[in-house]
């Protein structure tokens, strides 16, 4: 249903909120009425830690901060064209999104070792306050998982016999690329000895490129926010996110994103996040970090910036900058050069752009002095006969200077450098075929046989 519209008022569309679709201790979703593709989400105040509901607790802003801090998030993220459920907040607890098929896996990205990482790879440990940096960032699959089952992507629930009391919910998949999934324990070092069973991939998703799509989409939206928070002179450690898949909008990143989903510390390298109620239990100290974050994300945002061609641009410094425009936050601007004080010029771009910018200088080459009271970088633009790989290079150095405080140009830059970013992450400590092809009774290089390995793992899904 729709409010009358005002003069000088934009359309507001009121939403009827139906029926309970799914509540957790953290959020309700509810569908919307006559409109069965989009969903309410609405916040609780309810804090939770280490998987155990003795351990949850509740303070009266907590809906508020935790709404206010996704919505800043996946409104940045979509202004950075990644593909968000989120469509518009319509109260202080309450956004409403795209429907879709939640994934049933959380996808973690991490630049630093930190938390369970460290308990499955303990050699990453570092004494003192900082952890392990990873020059590339990583990403983890994990299946989620309830009293040690999962749902499958048809709705069929498969029990996985594993022991929430020995931690076992929610196994990291050590193999994600693969069609057959091998589930370790998520707080083990992954070896032979810790595998919790087997799952085939197409119940949970419909093809490996799926895996691909997350992991690229999951390493960009780290990097986007990385920048975001470290311009704020915050360092992002790690976070987890969800995926859904919609009929009309395809793979999304759905759910939430806020001070619960991630590892956050200041420029003091003091811990901002739900860590410090993990640590501590529930203190003023807990509730004022939330609401303080809350508040900064709303500075999460992309630079206006500029690549001005100044002068008169070959055919291949246009194409440069068309090579350029794809990325968000970045406008491409034309200068004429003319004789005399171009003051009057730069400070209109100074102005304007607050965010900075680079100069394509296109004139003559000993003119381009002239400009140089502007203090943003000038490049000489290529002419009309440039060196082999001078479009590149050019490319490649005016993408790093917007990088600076531009998130968009900086997990652009981040992604094209990443090795990893043609194949998922995670390669098994075995070879799968190797178990398929082995004998019973044939000792694998990880010292089981295949008959051990089925009985202590297998044969518990």
């Known amino acids: ?179 057959t999934w091998v589930l370790h324990h998520p707080k083990m070092p992954i070896s032979a000895e810790t595998i919790l069973g087997f799952v085939q991939a197409d119940l949970v998703v419909c093809t490996s490129e799926e895996i691909k799509i997350m992991r690229d989409m999951t390493k960009q939206a780290f990097l986007l926010l990385e920048k975001a928070w470290e311009v704020l002179h915050h360092t992002l450690i790690d976070f987890k996110i969800e995926f859904a898949w919609g009929a009309e909008n395809g793979l999304m990143i759905a759910d939430v994103i806020d001070n619960d989903s991630w590892r956050l510390r200041d420029g003091d390298w003091q811990e901002q996040s739900k860590e410090v109620f993990r640590q501590n239990g529930l203190t003023d100290e807990v509730v004022a970090k939330y609401a303080r974050i809350a508040t900064l994300s709303e500075l999460l945002r992309l630079p206006k910036q500029a690549l001005v061609l100044w002068g008169e641009p070959t055919e291949q410094d246009e194409t440069l900058a068309t090579m350029c425009a794809f990325i968000d936050g970045l406008n491409i601007l034309c200068e004429e050069e003319v004789e005399g004080d171009k003051t009057e010029q730069v400070n209109n771009l100074l102005s304007e752009y607050r965010g900075g910018g680079v100069i394509l200088y296109c004139g003559p080459e000993n003119e381009g002095s002239v400009i140089d009271d502007i203090l943003w970088p000038i490049f ?68 089981m046989t295949k008959k051990e390995i089925v009985e202590e793992a297998g044969n518990r899904g």
């Open 380 to 447: 000489v633009g290529l002419g009309e006969d440039p060196e082999e790989n001078a479009a590149s290079d050019k490319f490649s150095g005016i993408v790093t200077v917007l990088a600076i405080n531009n998130p968009a140009a900086y997990a652009w830059m981040e992604m094209i450098n990443d090795p990893d970013i043609d194949y998922a992450d995670g390669d098994p400590v075995y070879d799968l075929e190797e178990i398929e092809e082995a004998k019973n009774d044939e000792v694998l290089d990880h010292g």
């Open 1 to 179: 249903m729709l409010t009358p519209k005002k003069p000088g008022e934009s359309k507001k569309i009121v939403y009827d909120v139906g029926e309970v679709i799914a509540e957790g201790k953290t959020k309700t979703i509810s569908a919307i009425v006559d409109q069965p593709d989009l969903v309410m989400i609405t916040n609780k105040d309810a804090i939770t830690a280490h998987d155990n509901a003795q351990f949850t607790r509740t303070f009266d802003s907590k809906a508020a901060s935790a709404t206010a801090t996704t919505v800043n998030v996946f409104k940045f993220l979509k202004d950075c064209s990644m593909n968000v459920a989120f469509v518009e907040q319509v109260g202080p607890t309450q956004f409403v999104a795209n429907k879709g098929e939640m994934i049933p896996l959380e996808v973690v990205a991490r630049r630093h070792a930190v938390g369970s990482m460290l308990k499955r790879d303990p050699e990453l440990a570092r004494e003192g306050d900082i952890p392990y940096r990873f020059t590339n960032v990583r990403v983890e699959f994990f299946l989620k998982t309830k009293d040690g089952k999962f749902t499958d992507r048809h709705g069929e629930v498969h029990d996985l016999h594993l022991d929430p009391l020995k931690g076992e919910e929610d196994p990291i998949i050590a193999n994600p690329g693969d069609e």
